[in-house]
Nanobody, 123 residues
Framework: VQLQASGGGLVQAGGSLRLSCAVS????????VGWFRQAPSKEREGVSC????????WYRSSVKGRFTISSDNAKNTIYLQMNSVKPEDTAVYYC?????????????????WGKGTLVTVSS
């Protein structure tokens, strides 16, 4: 199983960035896949998840209206379009996948994790 995240970088506040996560090794259509982040000295938190088995989508309240998650089943890839970014969005972003997470957005329901990609938002 592999989850390869990319697209991180330095962006100014108010700008945009798109993260990608290419996955392999499991049946993409049967899994929930999502984005989590961890800022320095903070706990990891869910950002957005999509359950490919039923189409359910979850967003963290602080990113609603600014971030959009999408899934390309033909490419086994999910994306996180990040608009109107803020300095508090600065973190290492991880993609993760789970076959049957009890609640979208919680880490413990995700079985597989990729290496993170750093997003830095300057003010």
């Amino acid at each position: 199983v592999q989850l390869q995240a990319s697209g991180g970088g330095l962006v100014q506040a108010g700008g945009s960035l798109r993260l990608s996560c290419a996955v392999s090794g499991f049946t993409f259509d049967d899994y929930a896949v999502g984005w989590f982040r961890q800022a320095p000295s903070k706990e990891r938190e869910g950002v957005s998840c999509i359950d490919n088995s039923n189409g359910n989508i979850w967003y963290r309240s602080s990113v609603k209206g600014r971030f959009t998650i999408s899934s390309d089943n033909a490419k086994n890839t999910i994306y996180l379009q990040m608009n109107s970014v803020k300095p508090e969005d600065t973190a290492v972003y991880y993609c993760a996948a789970g076959s049957s997470p009890p609640i979208l957005g919680l880490s413990y329901g995700m079985e597989y994790w990729g290496k993170g990609t750093l997003v830095t938002v300057s003010s």
